[in-house]
């Protein structure tokens, strides 16, 4: 079979997202399983650059995956010929002027999200794109999970019939960093490097929400520092000036209403690490990262609400897991197949800049209804 290369920049690969998710579960693996098959029968291999500001780091992650291609200078593999694909996996505050040069050079860009720290910076970035006729993605993970592929299967069935509410859980405890190192990285907690839990997982949320049940109209949101003291990759104590948990109220258009909670500082009493309970008069449904389950209305018990007698009812087993009836990969694996599929076909990628870009607006507005202590309204972006 034949095969053809694309080069791909990978920034940020030392960092947690970089190394697991993108370059391990994503483009080493289509590597080794021979490249990514295409349209016309060919296979697509990526020829992968290591991007990243510490030479022993990426000197040890190259040696240890077979990789020679690594540099410390960003602007002189932009201007590589070769190189057909930048990706960015930095910490958020990096992007931007990155994904920039990126597009100022002619390279087509995938990214991590937030695609910028402010939506004015977002909208820039995806009118350069536009403009420079390159194809831009942004990762947009979670819709690519299996819990969630089953729910969007149950929503093309027309499962629910009129979908009414969706309730998300997101969170779970993250170490001080005082007795136990911390789970996430310090500037998580760091305003000042663009931190917080709304800039983090809002993007989701907004991705998540508008392919699911449709666009987002308005957002409320209380944001809380839980925690305002933590310890850092180096043991010292740090002042936390970003906020570790929203709490999240979004209309949709067509009426659904959606309350997501997000939290750094809630321990977990659930099946898996993020779950959305979506109620429809039809049926409702239950989804995680893996799971999916369902109950219909035809199945639906009669609880009545009387606090004198004893509980017992086990209300989990009156639900019905969803069949997987597919095999479903890892979901970062998953997209970049789409996103390097659609270079190659040199059509529009689904969840581009412009996703992005209201991903951010979401979040921009979220912190700004948590100040104001208001309902905002997301005005359509031009
Ligand atoms: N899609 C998801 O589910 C998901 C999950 C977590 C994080 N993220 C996103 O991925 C990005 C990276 O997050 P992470 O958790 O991997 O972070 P990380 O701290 O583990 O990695 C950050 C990377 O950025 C590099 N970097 C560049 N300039 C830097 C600087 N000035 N200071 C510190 N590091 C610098 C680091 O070397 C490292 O490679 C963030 O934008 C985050 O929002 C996405």
């Given at each position: 079979?034949?095969?053809?290369?694309?080069?791909?920049?990978?920034?940020?690969?030392?960092g947690r997202?970089g190394y697991?998710?993108?370059l391990?579960?994503s483009?080493?693996?289509?590597?080794?399983?021979?490249?990514?098959?295409?349209?016309?029968?060919?296979?697509?291999?990526?020829?992968?650059?290591?991007?990243?500001?510490?030479?022993?780091k990426?000197?040890?992650?190259?040696?240890?995956h077979?990789?020679?291609?690594?540099?410390?200078?960003l602007?002189?593999?932009?201007?590589?010929?070769d190189?057909?694909?930048?990706?960015?996996?930095?910490?958020?505050?990096?992007?931007?002027?990155?994904?920039?040069?990126?597009?100022?050079?002619?390279?087509?860009?995938?990214?991590?999200?937030?695609?910028?720290?402010?939506?004015?910076?977002a909208?820039?970035?995806?009118?350069?794109?536009?403009a420079?006729?390159i194809?831009?993605?942004?990762?947009?993970?979670?819709?690519?999970?299996?819990g969630?592929?089953?729910?969007?299967?149950?929503?093309?069935?027309?499962?629910?019939?009129?979908v009414?509410?969706?309730?998300?859980?997101f969170?779970?405890?993250?170490?001080?960093?005082?007795?136990?190192?911390?789970q996430?990285?310090?500037w998580?907690?760091?305003?000042?490097?663009g931190?917080?839990?709304?800039?983090?997982m809002?993007?989701?949320?907004?991705?998540?929400?508008?392919?699911?049940?449709?666009?987002?109209?308005?957002v409320?949101?209380?944001?809380?520092?839980h925690?305002?003291?933590?310890?850092?990759?180096?043991?010292?104590?740090?002042d936390?000036?970003?906020?570790?948990?929203?709490?999240?109220?979004?209309?949709?258009?067509?009426?659904?209403?959606?309350?997501?909670?997000?939290s750094?500082?809630?321990r977990?009493?659930?099946?898996?690490?993020?779950?959305?309970?979506?109620?429809?008069?039809?049926?409702?449904?239950?989804?995680?990262?893996?799971?999916?389950?369902?109950?219909?209305?035809?199945?639906?018990p009669?609880?009545?609400?009387?606090?004198d007698?004893?509980?017992?009812?086990?209300?989990?087993?009156?639900w019905?897991?969803?069949?997987?009836?597919?095999q479903?990969?890892?979901?970062?694996?998953?997209q970049?197949?789409?996103?390097?599929?659609?270079?190659?076909?040199d059509?529009?990628?689904?969840?581009?800049?412009?996703a992005g870009?209201?991903?951010?607006?979401l979040?921009?507005?979220?912190?700004?209804?948590?100040r104001?202590g208001?309902?905002?309204?997301?005005?359509?972006?031009?």
């Amino acid at each position: 079979m034949q095969s053809k290369t694309i080069g791909i920049i990978v920034n940020g690969v030392t960092g947690r997202m970089g190394y697991r998710q993108h370059l391990l579960r994503s483009l080493l693996a289509i590597r080794e399983a021979g490249g990514l098959p295409l349209a016309d029968g060919e296979r697509l291999i990526p020829e992968l650059v290591l991007v990243g500001r510490n030479e022993a780091k990426l000197a040890d992650i190259a040696g240890r995956h077979g990789l020679t291609d690594w540099t410390t200078d960003l602007t002189a593999a932009l201007a590589r010929p070769d190189v057909q694909i930048y990706f960015d996996a930095q910490l958020t505050s990096a992007r931007q002027p990155a994904l920039a040069a990126a597009i100022a050079a002619g390279k087509h860009i995938y990214t991590e999200k937030p695609v910028a720290e402010s939506l004015t910076g977002a909208v820039e970035l995806a009118r350069a794109a536009d403009a420079a006729g390159i194809r831009h993605g942004v990762v947009a993970d979670k819709l690519f999970l299996p819990g969630l592929r089953k729910l969007k299967r149950l929503l093309d069935g027309g499962f629910f019939g009129r979908v009414l509410s969706v309730r998300g859980e997101f969170g779970y405890w993250v170490f001080e960093g005082d007795w136990q190192p911390a789970q996430r990285p310090s500037w998580n907690y760091r305003a000042a490097d663009g931190g917080g839990i709304v800039s983090d997982m809002f993007p989701h949320w907004h991705y998540l929400l508008e392919h699911l049940f449709g666009p987002v109209r308005t957002v409320t949101a209380h944001t809380a520092t839980h925690l305002p003291r933590r310890w850092d990759e180096q043991g010292e104590p740090y002042d936390a000036t970003a906020e570790d948990a929203a709490y999240g109220i979004f209309e949709l258009a067509g009426g659904v209403v959606a309350q997501i909670n997000s939290s750094w500082a809630v321990r977990v009493h659930r099946d898996e690490l993020v779950e959305f309970q979506v109620d429809g008069v039809e049926g409702s449904a239950v989804a995680g990262l893996h799971h999916c389950h369902v109950q219909h209305r035809a199945a639906t018990p009669k609880p009545v609400w009387n606090p004198d007698l004893p509980g017992g009812e086990d209300f989990r087993s009156q639900w019905q897991p969803v069949p997987d009836n597919d095999q479903f990969d890892n979901g970062f694996r998953a997209q970049w197949e789409q996103f390097l599929s659609d270079v190659v076909a040199d059509r529009p990628h689904q969840f581009d800049l412009w996703a992005g870009a209201r991903g951010v607006q979401l979040a921009e507005l979220g912190l700004q209804s948590a100040r104001d202590g208001r309902r905002l309204p997301l005005p359509e972006l031009a």
